[in-house]
Each structure stands twice: as structure tokens, then as C-alpha cells.
């Protein structure tokens, strides 16, 4: 099976647990068995790999977030890095692409699509499978999943299909409505559109190549800022004839909100919280190093992270959008595929970071023309270069570093530091790669 996750989003809707680089697929809800806590990209890959070990995984995202999918899944997945953000029919087609020029995937070999974080049990993928296989046998040009709603949504569009079957031909798709013609939707049968798509590779190539000049992985990445900003919902399934749905009815949800992702959790509080007897209905996540003390309340959710504090009502959470869309900080906590780094404190001609890397794994050989830094060791143990020179790292180790030198670090075990940046003009993008050490 040929899969691919699409992998988007900003994270607006789940602040402050979630920013342009951190979105809702990488906060960790989910406890498993051994008390740790897995997020929702997590859960899915594992998903795959316990239904199919043999999928072809591919994760179609930005540059921003390939430290962080590494960093949750390790290096055991296909990543297409979309040049720049346009919609799901290019980076489908850059995909589809990827899959045969890069993967040599076959033209006649079937691809699922479907987002990388829904809210599902093993079933949905054993169902991703079979969708598969109708597309594979040439059932239709296009395969649908169905999700047999569970009330009147509007967050949803709608595929009604001819016949009650569990596999069907499509009869018409319906936008979001509103919930009086949602209702009237599902009376007659319809089901949610919950964006998964199967077809042949050479059906999407033929596509592409009728909609644009560029026919190759190569030239699509290199054009990608000139394809069409459209949806594959529009630019594919609304215009297709020969389109199949396929009924699923398990456990399927999208965590887009607060207030559904809090239906999710399968407890009340994930990090340092207390609750007290009289509250009801309240759900706490908290990142932070300090406990939060909730009293007396009711249908309340706060969540806390170094990017900021929420506490909200629930159903009133689903607005928060334009209020985060007038913060105007810097990104306070980031994953890496080496670890992630946590802001501390922000002064004028100051930055100071903890950063964690994790064991085996080191950052890239740079340099900063502007800013001087200073490493101090207060974890774990492992090996800097600086300038070309190796110098071991313990506990308590002082290393400054000087604007325009060459250095990089490595863990041997999980290694922390404190890095403070100095200047006047402290900026992410003052940093100048080099391919080797010495």
C-alpha cells in the first residue's frame, strides 16, 4: 500500500500548544501503556505499521515541520517537502510525483490519501487498505471514504452516495452546510467527507499534466509556486464521473478544537495540574514546570506552554482563531529530528534557550555572523567542534563561542545545555551551514 499523510496546518485553533511550526499532529495527548505520552502522528504511523509493515509511507509537508515529523517518527517515513504553501491538489500531484520518480512507484500501483491526524482506531486503516484495493482493481478512478455521520455537522462536506451499500457510486457531493441542511443531508443518506481519496498513480499523473506544463517531480518542485492554489476536492473529485464511496463506521473524529480535542483525552489532566472536587467537566494540559490549580470550575479548558496560557470556556474555545491571529511573539518551543530547544528569556541584545538534544544525534556544522553564544552544560554528556577543534563536554562546561565561528554539538547521552545569544541583531535566519567538520 502507497499512503500519503497530508501533513498541514498552523496550529492557530489549539494555542498555545500549537504554532506555524508545531502543529495540532505533534502535541502529545495520548498516554500508552508504559506512561508516556504520544501525539497524534505518532499514533497514526503506528497505526499503518500495525495493519500493513510493509506501507510505503509518504508525508506531504513544509520545510518547517520536517524536524518535527523526524523527531516523532524517526527517519522511517518518505517526507515531500512543499516549496511553499498553495493547497492540497499540488501538493498531491508533488506527491504523486515524488512516489514515481523518486520511489519508482508504478503507474498502475494505487495511492491513499488521506490526512496525517485523524482521530481513529486500527480499523479506519484496515479500511484505508481495502480502499486501496478498489482502486488497485479498477472499481473506480476514484475511491472515497464515507464516515457515517453521527449529527448534523458544519464542519464537514458531504458525499451522498446512490444506493445504502457499503460500497457505492457517488451521486452528488454537497458543501459545508448549515446544521438545518446537514440534518436534511443525513436523512437522505449522505455521508461525511472525511478527505480520503484512492486512485491509480497514472490517474493523478494524467490529471497534473492537463492542468499544468510540468510533468515531473523535478519541475513541479522547482514551479511549485505556479501551480494552481486549488483543492483536490475541486480540482479532481467535483469534475470525476466515475467516482465509488466506501462506508466506514468506526471511531473517527477530527481534533480540530479545543472542545473535541477534550472529548478525545482520556483523562483530565496531561502534565503538573490539580482539580478540585467541585469542578466539572475540566480539562487541564500543561506543559509547564509549575502545577495549575483549578477550582470550582465547570466546562472549562487550560491548556499552558511557554508560547502562553489559555483558559477558556469550551464551546467558546472554537473562536480563538482571530484573537491568536493578533499575537505577535516568537516561537517560544520547537522539535528538531536532534531534539527541540525551549526559550527562557528574551532580553534586547539577549536570547537564552534550553536546548535538549537527544542521544546519537548532534546539529548542523554553522556559524552566525552577528551574535556571539555561550554554551553551559547542566546535563548528560557529548562533544563539541568549534572551529575544527573537538572539546568533550561534562557537566558544568563553559564554551563561548564568538560571532563568525564554526561549531556544532553532539550527544553521547541526552545532552542539555543553557545557549545564551548575544547582539544587537539576534535573528534565526543568521546562521550559515557547512557540510564539514573540520
Not at 61 to 68: N, R
Not at 168 to 181: L, T
Amino acid at each position: 500500500m502507497n499512503i500519503v499523510l497530508l501533513s498541514g496546518g498552523s496550529g492557530k485553533r489549539l494555542w498555545p500548544l500549537s504554532n506555524d511550526i508545531r502543529s495540532k499532529q505533534f502535541i502529545k495527548l495520548f498516554r500508552e501503556e508504559n506512561g508516556e505520552y504520544q501525539s497524534m502522528v505518532q499514533r497514526v504511523f503506528s497505526q499503518i505499521r500495525s495493519v500493513n509493515p510493509q506501507a510505503r509511507v509518504l508525508i506531504a509537508t513544509s520545510k518547517k515541520q520536517v524536524s518535527a515529523i523526524h523527531h516523532h517518527v524517526g527517519n522511517d517515513v518518505g517526507i515531500c517537502v512543499e516549496p511553499c504553501r498553495r493547497d492540497t491538489f499540488p501538493a498531491i500531484a508533488l506527491s504523486c510525483a515524488y512516489l514515481r520518480d523518486v520511489c519508482g512507484v508504478g503507474e498502475d500501483e494505487a495511492v491513499v490519501v488521506c490526512p496525517v491526524d485523524p482521530y481513529v482506531d486500527t480499523a479506519y486503516f484496515e479500511a484505508v487498505e481495502k480502499l486501496s484495493r478498489l482502486a488497485q482493481d479498477g472499481t473506480a478512478r476514484l475511491a472515497l471514504m464515507g464516515i457515517e455521520p453521527t449529527y448534523p455537522s458544519e464542519k464537514y462536506g458531504y458525499i451522498l452516495p446512490q444506493t445504502a451499500d457499503p460500497i457505492s457510486r457517488v451521486r452528488m457531493f454537497r458543501e459545508k452546510p448549515d446544521a438545518q441542511k446537514a440534518a436534511a443531508y443525513i436523512a437522505e443518506g449522505a455521508l461525511w467527507n472525511g478527505g480520503v481519496f484512492a486512485f491509480r498513480l497514472g490517474y493523478l499523473t494524467q490529471i497534473t499534466e492537463q492542468m499544468t506544463p510540468y510533468t515531473s517531480y523535478r519541475d513541479l518542485y522547482t514551479h511549485y509556486e505556479e501551480l494552481p492554489r486549488i483543492s483536490f476536492d475541486y480540482a479532481v473529485v467535483e469534475k470525476e464521473s466515475d467516482i465509488a464511496v466506501m462506508r466506514f463506521q468506526g471511531q473517527w473524529a477530527d481534533l480540530g478544537t479545543w472542545n473535541t480535542l477534550c472529548e478525545a483525552m482520556t483523562e483530565p489532566t496531561v502534565g503538573e495540574a490539580i482539580l478540585s472536587d467541585t469542578c466539572r467537566n475540566v480539562h487541564v494540559l500543561n506543559e509547564l514546570k509549575m502545577p495549575i490549580l483549578c477550582m470550582g470550575l465547570q466546562n472549562v479548558v487550560v491548556s499552558a506552554s511557554p508560547e502562553g496560557i489559555l483558559v477558556s470556556d469550551k464551546q467558546e474555545s472554537s473562536y480563538i482563531k482571530p484573537y491568536v491571529d493578533a499575537l505577535d511573539g516568537e516561537i517560544m518551543f520547537a522539535e528538531k529530528s536532534w531534539g527541540s530547544y525551549q526559550v527562557l528569556d528574551v532580553q534586547r541584545s539577549s536570547l537564552t534557550i534550553l536546548v535538549t538534544l537527544n542521544a546519537g544525534h548532534g546539529m548542523n556544522y554553522h556559524s552566525h555572523r552577528l551574535r556571539d553564544e555561550v554554551w553551559t552544560v547542566i546535563s548528560g554528556s557529548g562533544t563539541a567542534i568549534v572551529d575544527g577543534k573537538r572539546i568533550p563536554l561534562t557537566v558544568g562546561q563553559v564554551v563561548r563561542l564568538p560571532a563568525g565561528c564554526r561549531h556544532t554539538v553532539t550527544a553521547d547521552t541526552e545532552l542539555k545545555l543553557i545557549e545564551v545569544q548575544l547582539g544587537d541583531e539576534i535573528s534565526v535566519h543568521d546562521k550559515q551551514k557547512y557540510e564539514d567538520t573540520v
